[in-house]
């Protein structure tokens, strides 16, 4: 078993930045990819950003160039820096993990964290 422990959420305003963290422990050494999803008020939970142990990065188009996904292998932590955030970012940004990085770029990977608030508003 994986756990997966977020942190980093909060409040802030339009054009503001956070940095989201996640932490892993137990069977580790199975894992590939890791990364976010996040899921909005009403609607289905979406891709935000996965990155694999070889360091290759898939990511949503709409956070391109603001969003930036980074893994500490030492440490057993992926972070999400979020930049130039919109309200549209407004959601509770959930950490995945799984061996297999197809599963974890479909949605289905086999460990979630407990998701993290983010709001973006003024």
């Known amino acids: 078993q994986v756990q997966l422990v977020e942190s980093g959420g909060g409040l802030v305003q339009p054009g503001g930045s956070l940095r989201l963290s996640c932490a892993a422990s137990?069977?580790?050494?199975?894992?590939?990819?890791m990364g976010w999803y996040r899921q909005a008020p009403g609607k289905q939970r979406e891709l935000v950003e996965v990155v694999t142990s070889g360091g290759t990065i898939y990511y949503a188009d709409s956070v391109k160039g603001r969003f930036t996904i980074s893994r500490d292998n030492a440490k057993n932590t992926v972070y999400l820096q979020m930049n130039s955030l919109n309200p549209e970012d407004t959601a509770v940004y959930y950490c995945?993990?799984?061996?297999?990085?197809?599963?974890?770029?479909?949605?289905?990977?086999?460990?979630w964290g407990q998701g993290t608030q983010v709001t973006v508003s003024s």
């Open positions: 995945n993990a799984d061996p297999d990085p197809l599963a974890a770029l479909t949605g289905n990977p086999r460990y």
């Open positions: 137990g069977s580790i050494g199975s894992i590939n990819a």
